[in-house]
């Protein structure tokens, strides 16, 4: 059963007010594929099943496209409900942080 849940983390880009904070805001650096760094002190690192980071033109940002989000994780899940299975979606995240973007596409 392993196999029944999946965890993916999208990380939005900082928007204008946190760029321009004078303490300055913590960003996630995504390390591999599947694990997030968070800058602090000590950093922290924290497993997913799949890690997109913010595109925000800086960086790698291929794997954050709706269409690579939705290769990893909705693709998988409209086949099963197709096939009869159910299937949930959980968005989780502070207002404006872009779930319904995530999960609604353009």
């Not at 913590?26 to 591999?32: H, M, S």
């Not at 291929?62 to 690579?68: G, I, L, V």
């Amino acid at each position: 059963m392993a196999e029944a849940i999946k965890v993916a983390l999208r990380v939005r880009p900082l928007n204008s007010r946190e760029k321009n904070l004078t303490g300055g805001s913590q960003l996630a650096v995504f390390t591999r594929d599947s694990e997030a760094e968070l800058q602090s002190d000590p950093p922290k690192t924290f497993a997913f099943d799949f890690a997109y980071s913010p595109n925000d033109g800086g960086g790698d940002t291929t794997n954050s496209s709706q269409e690579a989000i939705y290769a990893d994780v909705g693709r998988v899940m409209f086949e099963s409900a197709l096939d009869g299975f159910n299937s949930s979606l959980f968005a989780y995240g502070q207002t404006g942080s872009g779930k319904s973007y995530t999960v609604m596409g353009m």
